[in-house]
């Protein structure tokens, strides 16, 4: 299928749904998803839902309602405690399975309760082949996943949002805080909070694509190689020093490979993967 043959399939597979709850985070995916739903079966059938917690970054929230305004989609936050769960909190390679299946819970619920059809969520066909456990959470649910279904991969949701001119087409990747935390550690709400401010602080330095991973006492700070200069050299390297051990961190380091998405799953077994993927 080209592109547009998937988008129509896109719209087709909407209608079919009929009426939904989206669940939303503001990042490219789910917007392109919300805006599509809602050109589609229209504002009154579609409802985004985005959870709110310590592992959402709150430059991440705003970006998510100023989406939702421009789309002119309606929106309820959702509270979500998945800290509460010891399971989540442990931070094994399943974590995003735990995180997934109490948010789905809740929007499943909320679906019900108004008279939706379904939840659908904006899983992209490129996620099939990447290590996901939130899939096994939607497919568990019963959540849809229409863009994964109608074949629609990150560049082409890229390349339909600028077609829609939503803000999102070029933003970079922004998944929640919690997968900067080394697996084994425990996410709590305080290493959530030194993560985003620490990621906020070097956003306000200008960097654009970066992140930063938490091991414990170390901050390991990955940045695209052409941005390696800019963290390292004066008078940014002692601003970053200083302000990262001001939140607890007793060392900093920046990665030599530089920034890569998911690079906490490089040390996984495939035994491992396979593991968090299938068990139930």
């Known amino acids: 299928m080209d592109i547009q043959e998937k988008y129509n399939s896109l719209q087709q597979k909407l209608r079919e749904l009929d009426k939904v709850v989206v669940a939303y985070s503001g990042g490219v995916d789910s917007t392109f998803l919300l805006k599509v739903a809602v050109d589609t079966l229209g504002?009154?059938?579609?409802?985004?839902?985005?959870?709110?917690?310590p592992s959402l970054?709150?430059?991440?929230?705003?970006?998510?309602?100023?989406?939702?305004?421009?789309?002119?989609?309606?929106?309820?936050?959702?509270?979500?405690?998945?800290?509460s769960d010891d399971k989540y909190a442990a931070n094994k390679a399943d974590r995003c399975f735990h995180c997934k299946s109490h948010l789905y819970g809740l929007l499943i619920d909320i679906a019900e309760k108004g008279n939706f059809k379904c939840?659908?969520?904006?899983?992209?066909?490129?996620?099939?082949?990447?290590?996901?456990?939130?899939?096994?959470?939607?497919?568990?649910?019963n959540v849809h996943c229409p863009l994964m279904e109608v074949q629609l991969t990150k560049d082409d949701?890229?390349?339909?949002?600028?077609?829609?001119?939503?803000p999102t087409a070029d933003v970079p990747a922004s998944p929640c805080l919690a997968s900067r935390i080394s697996y084994g550690l425990e996410v709590t709400e305080q290493r959530l909070k030194q993560i985003?401010?620490?990621?906020?602080?070097?956003?306000?330095?200008?960097?654009?694509?970066?992140?930063?991973?938490?091991?414990d006492t170390v901050a390991r700070i990955e940045v695209n190689s052409k941005d390696i200069d800019k963290v390292?050299?004066?008078?940014?390297?002692?601003?970053?020093?200083?302000?990262?051990?001001?939140?607890?961190?007793?060392f900093i380091t920046v990665d030599l490979q530089g920034f890569?998405?998911?690079?906490?799953?490089?040390?996984?077994?495939?035994?491992q993967k396979r593991k968090s993927l299938n068990q139930s």
């Not at 709150?58 to 979500?80: F, L, N």
């Open 232 to 250: 390292t050299t004066e008078p940014n390297r002692s601003k970053i020093i200083e302000k990262l051990k001001s939140l607890g961190f007793k």
């Open 43 to 53: 504002a009154d059938n579609v409802l985004a839902c985005i959870g709110v917690s």
């Open 57 to 83: 970054a709150g430059s991440q929230y705003d970006q998510a309602i100023k989406c939702a305004k421009i789309i002119a989609a309606k929106v309820r936050e959702v509270a979500v405690d998945e800290l």
């Open 119 to 141: 939840v659908v969520c904006g899983s992209n066909f490129d996620d099939k082949d990447d290590f996901r456990p939130g899939n096994r959470a939607a497919k568990v649910l």
């Open 157 to 166: 949701i890229r390349r339909l949002s600028r077609d829609l001119n939503l």
């Open 260 to 271: 890569r998405s998911g690079s906490l799953n490089e040390p996984l077994s495939e035994e």
């Open 196 to 215: 985003e401010e620490a990621e906020d602080f070097l956003r306000a330095l200008g960097l654009v694509e970066f992140r930063v991973r938490h091991h």
